[in-house]
C-alpha cells in the first residue's frame, strides 16, 4: 500500500471529521522513504542526489523542476499543465519563501576570510504621506559603512551588506519570479487584470523587511511589462509584529514545545543520533571555522553551517578556510554532508516525525485559517480579491507542507513556492495545490485524490480537512496553544 495507515491522534478527539463531504481523514501519514529520510544515506553517501546549491541557473542538460536550493523552481508557461476547459479558475492564493540572501548574522564565522560587498543594490527605507496634498519624500537608501574611527571590529564578513538581505541575485530571481507568475495567469489564463488593481490583486510580507525586499521586485516582474515603469506605491499588507500568522510569530508555547521534544534542541535519540554520528563533521567544520565545539546553536543541527556555506555558494564564493592556516579549507565534500544532513534534518522535523502535523497546526493554523476563510468569502461571492500573494520563510512554506502532509519533505530552498487554485465547474469548487510548479503530491489519503496528487479536489474535503484541524476561526489552534 502506498499510505502508511499509521493514525496519530491530535489534541481533538476525532481523527476524521464530517464537514458537508462523506469523510475527512485527519490522521498523520507518512512521507515516502527516499534518501532524504535515510539515514545510512545521508551519513555515507556523497554528492546531493542531483541537488544544485551553486547557482540560480541549473548545470546545462538539468530539466527544470530540478531541486536548487538558490532558487527553487516555480510556475512557468513553458512548463505549466492547463486544467481541462470545463474547469474555471476563480481564486489563486501564492505563498513563497523569499529569494536568496546574504546569510543571518548569527549564521556567520567570528572572523571571515574575506568580505562581502552589496555596493550594487540599494536598500530603500522611507517614509512618505499618502495624501496628494501633501509634502513627498525623497528616495532614499542605506549604504553601509564601517567608519576607521570606530574601534570595535565588525564579526562575521566585513563590507557593505546588512546580514540579512537580499543580494542583487536573489532580486533579479525575484524579478523573474514575478515576471513567470504573470507570463501563466494573464498570458496564458487571461486571469489577472492587465494592470495591477489592489482591489482585485494583494500582496502580503512579514515582518523580516527581506520579504518586503522581494516583494518589490516581484511586483515589477509581474508589472512592468504592460507599463513604461513599474507600479508605484503598491500596499504590501503586514499583521503586527509578535501576532504575525505569516512568518509565523503569534505565540503558541505548546507547538515550540513540542517541536523541541523531538526537533532542534531535543535530548531524544531520535533526533541526536545523526549528530552524534556526524561529531567528526563538525569537529573538521570547527577546526577551520573557529566556532568553539561548546557552541550550543552550531551544533544541535546543522543549520548553521547550512546557511554559511550555502549563501556562499549560491553566489560563486569560495568555501571558507581558517584565518590562521589558509591551507586549512572547507571542501566541497564537507559542503555537501551538509546539505544532506539539512535536508534529513528538515524531512524529519516537518513530515518524519508522527508529532510534525500537530506542531504544525498549532504555529501555523492561523495561516491556514486565514486561507481556508479567503476561499470560502470566493465561493459565497463576498470576495473581490482574485490574486493574494504571500511573501514568506522557509519555517513559514515547511509548515505548509508539513500541514498538507506532502509525500517527500525537503529543505524549502530559496524561491520555493506553493500555489494554491480553486476552480469551479458546474457550480461546484475544486482544489489544485501546486508545490514546485507541479500538482502537489501527499500521504493523507482524503488530500491525495489522484495517486497522491492534490489535483481537483473537492473544495469542501479541503475545508473539512483544514477547519478539521484548526476550527473555522482557528478557534481549535487557540484551544491548543492557550491548554
Known amino acids: 500500500m502506498r499510505f502508511s495507515r499509521t493514525y496519530v491522534p491530535l489534541f481533538f478527539n476525532s481523527a476524521v471529521v464530517a464537514q458537508n463531504v462523506s469523510k475527512v481523514d485527519l490522521g498523520w501519514y507518512a512521507p515516502k522513504k527516499s534518501w532524504i529520510n535515510d539515514l545510512g544515506k545521508v551519513l555515507d553517501g556523497t554528492g546531493t542526489h542531483g541537488f544544485v546549491f551553486n547557482s540560480s541557473q541549473l548545470p546545462v542538460g538539468a530539466p527544470y523542476g530540478t531541486y536548487n536550493w538558490c532558487n527553487m523552481p516555480h510556475v512557468r508557461k513553458e512548463e ?45 527605507y522611507y517614509g512618505e504621506p499618502l495624501s496628494p496634498t501633501s509634502s513627498t519624500s525623497s528616495s532614499t537608501f542605506w549604504n553601509v559603512y564601517t567608519n576607521p574611527i570606530n574601534p570595535f571590529p565588525q564579526p562575521g ?41 489592489s482591489e482585485k490583486v494583494t500582496y502580503r510580507v512579514t515582518n523580516n523587511v527581506i520579504t518586503s525586499q522581494v516583494a518589490g521586485m516581484l511586483i515589477s516582474g509581474m508589472y512592468t511589462s504592460n507599463t513604461t515603469s513599474p507600479p508605484q506605491n503598491i500596499p504590501l499588507h503586514i499583521q503586527p509584529p509578535n501576532i504575525d500568522s505569516l512568518e509565523p510569530q503569534y505565540p503558541c508555547a505548546p507547538s515550540s514545545s513540542l517541536y523541541s521534544t523531538y526537533g532542534t534542541g531535543s535530548k531524544s535519540t531520535s533526533w541526536t543520533t545523526h549528530l552524534t554520528r556526524a561529531a567528526p563533521l563538525f569537529a573538521s567544520l570547527d577546526a577551520i571555522s573557529n566556532i568553539p565545539s561548546s557552541s550550543t546553536p552550531w551544533h ?54 508522527p508529532q510534525s502535523l500537530q506542531a504544525a497546526v498549532g504555529s501555523y493554523g492561523v495561516w491556514m485559517a486565514e486561507l481556508a476563510a479567503n476561499i470560502r468569502a470566493v465561493i459565497s461571492g463576498e470576495a473581490s480579491v482574485l490574486y493574494r500573494h504571500n511573501v514568506a520563510h522557509d519555517g513559514s512554506v515547511s509548515r505548509v507542507l508539513s500541514f498538507l502532509q506532502v509525500e517527500q519533505m525537503v529543505w524549502v530552498g530559496m524561491g520555493s513556492e506553493v500555489i494554491f487554485e480553486v476552480y469551479r465547474k458546474e457550480g461546484k469548487y475544486f482544489l489544485r495545490i501546486l508545490w514546485g510548479g507541479r500538482v502537489l503530491r501527499s500521504s493523507n489519503p482524503s488530500l491525495g485524490v489522484k495517486n497522491g496528487a492534490v489535483d481537483m479536489l473537492d473544495v469542501d474535503t479541503f475545508l473539512g480537512y483544514v477547519e478539521g484541524l484548526v476550527g473555522r476561526q482557528a478557534e481549535k489552534v487557540v484551544e491548543f496553544c492557550e491548554g
Do not use: M
Not at 523569499?98 to 530603500?124: I, M, V
Not at 542583487?168 to 489564463?189: A, E, F, T
Not at 544541535?300 to 569560495?318: G, V
Open 80 to 124: 505549466y499543465v492547463k486544467a481541462a476547459d470545463e474547469f474555471e479558475l476563480v481564486y489563486v492564493e501564492v505563498i513563497h519563501r523569499h529569494h536568496k540572501r546574504t546569510p543571518y548574522a548569527s549564521n556567520t564565522f567570528p572572523k571571515e576570510s574575506y568580505g562581502w560587498d552589496c555596493s550594487d543594490q540599494g536598500l530603500f
Open 157 to 197: 564578513f566585513n563590507g557593505t551588506c546588512q546580514f540579512p538581505q537580499i543580494t542583487r541575485g536573489g532580486l533579479d530571481d525575484s524579478w523573474q519570479h514575478g515576471k513567470d507568475l504573470y507570463g501563466v495567469y494573464h498570458d496564458l489564463l487571461n486571469f489577472l487584470p492587465d494592470d495591477i488593481n
Open 300 to 353: 544541535q543541527s546543522f543549520d548553521h553551517y547550512y546557511d554559511n556555506l550555502s549563501a556562499r555558494q549560491c553566489h560563486a564564493k569560495p568555501l571558507p578556510c581558517n584565518i590562521s592556516n589558509p591551507s586549512l579549507c572547507v571542501t566541497q565534500a564537507h559542503a555537501d554532508s551538509v546539505y544532506r544532513l539539512g535536508q534529513y534534518e528538515y524531512s524529519y522535523i516537518y513530515r518524519d516525525s
